[in-house]
């Protein structure tokens, strides 16, 4: 069975051969660990990196524009974004429509030559696709498409505040940023993918970052709106969102996303289960904030384990994902990928 019937048996509840497992190591860890040491876990672990090979040292990662410590980026809508370490997604310090009075004269860029956050060739794009398809091909919008695009234009709390006073404009700059989102999605309907992916955080360490009743009226109409058409192609819907999202969780999965990337221990791996287990597929975020980064190898794979055996069955519908960042010790990020590639047989 390859890697992409696998995950599309995973998502369908159609008996998959193991866990899809994912283990991201972000750009900003090559210059926070021993390069040395990271390389050669990835070697000792060829379920998580199969076919994998140490390259040359010193290895040279390549930053994008949006993560470049002491280089303000601007983006396609404007937005001025400051990073403090390289490889590490910043936040936007400068947001040009923070004053109503410049959005008469604003204006949106142009989705065939951009993604929102850098320039695009859509005919690379499709091109590259179309070159390999035995792969699986999960594309999407950039993350923060639509809520954090707007907070990214106006302010988070300029933006709330526009909701609360249900402020005309607001509509309108809604409509703008949505039609550049049907852009991109037009793009990539024309290529020949299996899914498409809707990330955006919406949650914070308690709650969500907004009222849900203005989730309800203002952001959860557009989602559905840029679902639809995928969803008529046939294609999956992946819905990423950090932090606590319980009280939207219906929402997103009544606007058709089948796939809900969520994080663990955030939301509570016994609501997960009692709301979403067997339901929808869960893409695991596995903690980054408590036991891999202050416990024991043994309550890692302790955690690993009791996620599988609760969020897990035969049938499929659980993949996970850690995504390693600076300050996870090496002996944890060891355990890690040890009990991830230990638990992705277990229901085989």
Not at 118 to 135: L, N, Y
Request: hydrophobic share 40%; aromatic share 10%; proline share 7%.
């Amino acid at each position: 069975m390859t890697e992409k019937e696998n995950y599309l048996r995973t998502v369908r509840f159609d008996y998959p051969d193991h866990i899809p497992m994912c283990f991201a190591i972000n750009t900003s860890c090559w210059e926070q660990y021993p390069q040395e040491a990271l390389f050669e876990l990835m070697e000792r672990h060829p379920l998580l990196f199969p076919g994998f090979q140490t390259p040359e040292l010193p290895f040279i990662p390549e930053y994008a524009p949006i993560t470049r410590k002491g280089v303000p980026y601007t983006d396609d809508f404007g937005c001025v974004w400051n990073t403090s370490m390289n490889g590490m997604t910043g936040t936007v310090t400068g947001h040009p429509l923070a004053d109503w009075a410049a959005f008469d004269r604003y204006a949106p860029p142009d989705p065939d030559v951009c993604t929102g956050i850098g320039p695009v060739d859509w005919t690379a794009v499709k091109r590259e696709i179309d070159a390999h398809p035995e792969q699986l091909h999960v594309c999407g919008l950039r993350h923060g498409h639509t809520f954090l695009q707007l907070c990214d234009l106006r302010g988070y709390e300029n933006l709330l505040w526009d909701m609360a006073d249900e402020e005309p404009k607001l509509w309108k700059l809604i409509d703008m940023v949505e039609q550049f989102n049907t852009g991109i999605i037009r793009h990539y309907l024309e290529c020949n993918i299996d899914g498409m992916s809707y990330a955006e955080d919406l949650g914070m360490q308690v709650g969500p970052m907004l009222p849900p009743e203005d989730f309800r009226k203002y952001i959860k109409p557009s989602y559905e709106r840029l679902i639809r058409p995928a969803k008529e192609k046939g294609l999956m819907i992946h819905m990423h969102s950090d932090g606590d999202i319980r009280t939207l969780a219906d929402d997103l999965i009544d606007g058709g996303v089948e796939i809900v990337n969520l994080q663990d221990l955030v939301n509570g791996i016994d609501w997960i289960q009692s709301r979403l287990a067997g339901k929808v597929c869960i893409d695991l975020d596995i903690d980054r904030q408590q036991i891999t980064r202050f416990g024991t190898p043994a309550e890692i794979d302790v955690l690993i384990r009791e996620e599988v055996i609760k969020l897990g069955s035969k049938a499929g519908g659980l993949m996970m994902i850690f995504g390693l960042y600076p300050g996870t010790p090496l002996e944890n990020v060891a355990a890690l990928m040890d009990a991830m590639e230990r638990y992705m047989g277990y229901y085989s």
